[in-house]
C-alpha cells in the first residue's frame, strides 16, 4: 500500500524530531546543572521538562502504533487461524480508534480553557499555555487521524482478502528490524 | 468494583485489545456504572497532567541511555565479559542476563527501560545456543526489575515525593536489598538448572586470564554509574536531573569505547520513542482509570477494610503484602503507587513502622507486579524485544522469580535491618 | 442529597483535622442524615493542582477544597488573595482573607462556576536556611527553592535565584547545597525533616499563608434548597473555618518553638534552628519591593480593573496601595 508507506515515513520523521527534542532537553537540563555550580540557573527546567514529556507522548502514539509497538496480549490471538487472527486485530484497532478519536475530542476542552482564559502555567516563567497545549493536543488529533486512517487500510486488505498483509501493518508483532 | 475491573480487565485483554486502551475502557466503565458524576469530563485534563510530567520524562532518558550502550556496543561487551565470569553456574548464561540487569540497573532509573536494554542484547543469543526460552526471558523480565531497586529509581523518587522521604535515604536503603535479590536469583537459577538441566544452557568454564581480561569491558558501566551516582551525591543535581547527567554519560561512554555514529544514533532515538509512547499509553491509561477508581470511592473502600480488620502491626503488614500481590496483577505500577500510597502509608506508619523501610518493602512489591500477568510491564518488554513465541512464555518463566521477591518481602519484614542498615549507618 | 468532596492534601493536618470530620460526621449530623457525603482527596485522585477547580466548575464532583494558588494559572487576578508579607500574624491573614472575599466569590463564579463555601488557612510559609543568614536582605544571590509564582517573584526582585525542586527532593537539595534556602509551612518543615538539613530559620511569611478555598460546583449550589444551602454555609463557617483559623496562630507559635527550641513542642522532640528575625529596615526594603515592583507586576497579570478592587479592599484593611 503506497497510502500506508508514507504514513509511515511521515511518522517515522515524526519521530525523529521527537528524539531531537528529547535530545534538547537534555541538554538544556545539564547545561542548568552546570550553571548552577557556576552560581546560577535558568530555572524552570523542569517546567519545560513537563512540556516536552507531554509532547513528545502524544506525538510518539501514532508511529508506535505504525511500528506494531502498543502491546497486546495474544494468548487467544495466536491461537487463531490467519482469518480469526485478522478479525481480532480489526476488532482490536477498530477499538483503539474510536478510544483514541474520544481522547482527541475530549483532550480539546483543556486547549479550549486555556484559549479562553489565555491561560499561564502557575510559575515564574508564566509560559502560556495555549503554546505548549497546542502542540500536545495536535499530536493526540494525529494519533486519531493515523488508527483511522490505518483500519480503514486494514479493513480493505481484509475484504480483499489479503489476511497476511494485514497482518503486516496491524498485527501483534513489531518490526524486526527495529529490535536489533 | 475490583471484581469488575479483575474480570473487565482479562475479558478485554484476551481480546488482544492494546493494553493501555483497555485501561482506558475500563475507565468509562467505572464511570458508567459506578459513579453518578460525568467523570468522563476529566478525561482530556487527566491525559495532559498525566504526561506533563517533570519526572516521567526520566523513563525516555533512560531509555535512550540504555539504546545508545546497546547499539554502540557497550552493553554488548558488559554481557559478553559478565558471560565469562558467571556462566560456569548451572543455567549458563541465564546468570549472564541476571548480572547484567543488575549492573544496568545502577545506571537506570527505569525498571522498563533496564528490561528493553538487556532483552536487546541477550534475546539473539538465547536462540542461537538454544536456551529454554522461558527460563531465559524470564531471568531478562525479572532482572530489569532491579532497575528500580538499585539506586537511581524513579519509582522511590515517586515515593519519596508522595510520602515525603528523604530520596537519597530511600535510595541508600534500596542498595543491600537489590543486591540481595539478585544472588537470590542467580542461587535459584542455579538450584532449578542442577534439578532440570535443560532448562539452562551449556556450562561454560573461561581461562581466569580470559575472566580477568573482560573485567575491563564492565568499565564503561562503572564509569557512567559513577556519574549518575555522583552528580546525585554530590548535590549537583536532583535524581530527577540525574537521568539527563546518565543520557550525556551515555554519549561519551559510546564514544570512548564503543562507536558514534548517525545511524545508530537514529536507531536509539526510534527504540527510544517507541518504547516510551508504549509505556506512557499504558501510564496515562492507568492514571485515567485511576482517577475514576478515586472518584468512585477505591480508597474508602480500601481504607474502611484496612482500619476495619483491627490486626496486630505484622497482621496489618501481611495483608498490605496480600493486597499488592492481588492489586498488582492488574494495576500497573507507577498508578499503583500512586493510588494506594496517600491510603496505606499513614497507616502504616501509624503501626509505628519506618517509612524508608516501607519503601523499599513495596519496590520488592512492585517489582513482582512489574512480572505478574496480565498486566506486567516488564514481561511486554520482553516480549516485544523476541521475534517469535508466545507472551505465556514469558509470563511463565518469570513466575519463580515472582515467588523469590515474595520470600525478600517477607525477609524484609522479619528483618528491617536489611534495608535500614546503610542509611542508618551512613547518617 | 448526596455530595462528592474533593479534600486538600490528604497528609496535612488541615485535611486530617478539619476537613475529614466536617464532611464525615459534623455536616451530615447536623444535616439530621439529609446529606450524605463521599469524601476523597485530591492526591488521591492523583488530580493535576491546576486541573482541581476547573474540574469542578464542570461538574466532576460537587465540592473541592484545594489552595487556591494552584487555580491562579487560569486566574491570575486569584494571586491577590495570597500576597506574600503583608499579612505577619493569622489574624492579620484572616482579616486579609475577608476583605478579598467578595473578590474570590466573583472569580470563582466567573472562572470555574462555582460558590465559594469556606477559605480557611494552610500555615504560613516560612524560609528555612542551610546557610548563615541574618535578615532578608541576606537571601540577595542565594539559590531560594520557592512556591507559588509571587513568592517566587519576590524572591526575584529581592535578588535571590528561583530554583525549582520538588518538596521531597528539597532536603537532599539543602543538605548538598542545591538549594540555600526553601520556602514552606513551619509544620511540613519539622515533620519532613528539614531541620536536620537546615540551620537557619526566618519565621517570616514569605510565601504568605496559602489559604485554601473550599467551593461547590455552581449549578449544585444553585439546585439546593435555601434552608439547605444555609445550613451548609452556617455549619461551614461555624464548625470549619472558624476552628481552623483559630488555632492558626498557636500552630505558628508551635511550630517555630518545636523548630528553634525556644519554647514548649507539643508535636514531639524539640530541634535548635537558630531563630532569624529580619530587622525592620529589611522588612521595609522588601515591602517596598513587594509594593514597588510585584504587585504592579501583578496589577499587569490580573489585567481588568482587579488592582482597584484589591485597593478598595484588602489594600484598605493591611494597609497598602497599587499605583
Ligand atoms: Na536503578
Ligand atoms: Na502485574
Redesign the interface.
Known sequence: MELLGTLRTIN?GV??L???M??L???F??L??VF??L???F?????I??????I???W??A??ML?L??????????RAAPVGRCL??L??MT??SA??V??AY?????LE??IN?N??????L?TP?VL??AP?FAG?LWFAVMACLTTLIALRMILKGEFSQSEAIIG???E?E??? | MITYVAVGLLALLSMSIPVGIVLFLLGFGIDWFFSSFPLIRGLGNMVWSASNSATLIAIPFFVLLGEILVRSGVATRTYAALDRWVSWLPGGLVHANVATATMFSATSGSSVATAATVATVAMPQAEKLGYDPKLFSGAIAAGGTLGIMIPPSINLIVYGFLTQTSIPQLFLAGLIPGIGLALAFIVMVAIICTIKPHLGGERRVFPLADMMRALVHLLPIILLFTMIIGSIYNGWATPTEAAAVGVAGAFVIAGAFGGLSFKMLTESIYGTVKITSMIMLVVIGASFLNFTLASAGLGQELDAFLSGLGLSPLGFILVVVVMYIVLGFFIETLSLMVVTIPIIVPLVIEQGYDPIWFGILMIVLIEMALITPPVGLNLYVVQGARQSGSMSEVMLGALPFAIVMLLMAFALIAFPQIALFLPQALN | ENLAVVGSWSGLPLHIEYEAPFWGETLPAASGGDLTIELTTHNQMGLGLGDIYPLLGQGVYDVAMTVADYAVADAPELEGLDVPLIALSAEEARAMVDAARPMVADIYHDRFNSHVLAIAPYPPQVVFCNAEIAGLDDLQGLKVRASGRMTAKLLEALGAEGVNVSFSEVPGALQKGVVDCAVTGAGSGYSAGWWEVSTHLMPLPLGGWDPVVTAMNLDKWNGLSSEMQELIQTQITTEFEDPAWATAQNALVNDIACLTGNGDCPAGESRSMILVEASDADFAKAREILVGEVLPEWAERAGGDWAERWNASVGQVVGVTIN
Open positions: 517515522r519521530a525523529a521527537i528524539g531531537v528529547l535530545l532537553c537534555a541538554a537540563v545539564l542548568d546543572i548552577r555550580q552560581g546560577s540557573s530555572g524552570g527546567t523542569d517546567e521538562s513537563g512540556y516536552v514529556m507531554a513528545a507522548t502524544s510518539g502514539m508511529y508506535t511500528e509497538g502498543h502491546v497486546r496480549i495474544d494468548l487467544l490471538r495466536s481480532f486485530d476488532f482490536s477499538v483503539l478510544t483514541v474520544l481522547i475530549k483532550c480539546w476542552p483543556v480553557r486555556s482564559n491561560s499561564t502555567a502557575n510559575t515564574p508564566e499555555l505548549v497545549q500536545w493526540w501483534a508483532f513489531g524486526v527495529t529490535l536489533k
